[in-house]
């Protein structure tokens, strides 16, 4: 392996952060190290955007004197992460981030010639005959994405909707390509309020590592809207619930396990929230500060980590701090955006893309 030069600081107080480490590539591995005499509250950090204006947590360490060194994996090319004390309590600690590289992994024919090389600056191929190659390595992400092009709805696509009146889930025209999701308009308990798409197995878990959601949605009247964007413990054709919703102040749930970014008009606080349910227990809900624009598109983005941690972004602003514990890592999931009615008015939502990932 090859080892660039780590970024190294040393941290004596609160808000101490150390330089930045850009890691070029998706699923590129760096390392973090964290020693020394010490006790404090360390996070690593993620730029949002280019300008490393806005930071999110990607995992913490609240230790004394222990000495840290875990290798990490990139979700995206050119990703920004840093070091930052979030509380001190005493002493120093050092800490080093290391972007590694595979500079000696190699693909080889039968005759044990290289025919792929991945190198510090990428992937070379010579000449490659692939009746030859003796192995290939397997790509690093499974991904599934839909534009919602053409006149049919994808078979992966499980089309649920509820037994009030009207509901409906159908290709919208639309440049680019869209789906509307459209709630009942009278109002009965979720189960005929609401319509919904998901994928048609339980296909992803949390311990996969990187899992994420992405969509652009629009709500066309959020006063009287419950959307939820996610991952839950069941095929919405199966039991059709709200995996995680408000009640007043707090998340309630229908499902064992969920997790995601939510908007329910029922709340005290009408603001994208993320959250989840693990095993029947709920946590709190973390808001983002703002409604969704009525009729609008926004970008809608989950992530959650290998521990369960969810972060939610709109329009690629991080919805406050992520939550821990936030879903069972080894409940398989299925991939959901639901979407019903608060009282007898019709909402109807557009979705113009979907897109789901994790790591193999």
């Known amino acids: 392996m090859t080892v660039y030069a780590p970024v190294s600081a040393s941290f004596t107080g609160v808000d101490d952060a150390s ?4 890691v070029p590539r998706t699923g ?5 190290n964290i020693s020394g005499t010490y006790a404090m509250v360390i996070d690593l950090e993620r730029a949002v955007g280019s300008d490393e ?16 060194n875990e290798t990490l994996t990139s979700e995206r090319s050119n990703e920004k992460y840093r070091l930052r004390v979030h509380t001190d309590t005493s002493g120093t600690a050092v800490v080093s981030l290391r972007l590694l590289t595979a500079s000696d992994r190699k693909v080889t024919d039968a005759l044990g010639a290289a025919q792929l090389e991945y190198k510090d600056d990428g992937v070379h191929v010579m000449g490659i005959a692939p009746e030859r190659l003796k192995s290939v390595d397997p790509a690093q992400r499974v991904a599934w994405f839909n534009d919602f092009l053409g006149d049919l709805l994808p078979d992966e696509i499980d089309i649920t909707v509820g037994s009030g009146t009207a509901n409906a889930v159908a290709l919208s025209p639309g440049a680019g390509g869209r ?15 609401a319509s919904s798409i998901a994928l048609d197995a339980l296909d992803w878990r949390a311990d996969q590592g990187g899992l994420v959601m992405e969509t652009r949605i629009q709500i066309d009247d959020i006063s009287e809207a419950y959307v939820f964007i996610g991952f839950t413990d069941v095929l919405p054709s199966g039991t059709h619930e709200a995996p995680i919703f408000l009640v007043t102040t707090a998340i309630d ?13 029922d709340g ?3 603001e994208w929230f993320h959250g989840g349910v693990k095993a029947d227990t709920d946590t709190a809900p973390v808001y983002s500060g703002s409604a969704p624009v009525q009729a609008t598109y926004e970008t809608v983005r989950v992530e959650v980590d290998a ?5 939610g972004f709109i329009n690629g602003n991080p919805i406050g701090d992520p939550v821990e514990n936030a879903v069972t890592v080894t409940t398989p999931l299925v991939p959901t955006i639901l979407v019903a009615n608060r009282s007898a008015n019709q909402v109807i939502a557009l979705v113009d893309y979907w897109y789901i990932a994790a790591n193999r």
């Open 19 to 22: 330089g930045t480490l850009t």
């Open 28 to 32: 590129q591995t760096f390392d973090v």
């Open 53 to 68: 204006l806005a930071w999110r947590r990607v995992k913490r360490w609240n230790t004394a004197n222990a000495t840290v």
């Open 179 to 193: 789906v509307a999701i459209t709630s009942a308009s009278d109002d009965g308990a979720i189960t005929a309020n």
């Open 253 to 265: 749930s229908d499902a064992a396990n969920a997790v995601g970014v939510a908007y329910d008009a």
């Open 268 to 270: 005290t606080t009408k």
């Open 307 to 311: 521990n369960g941690t969810v972060q």
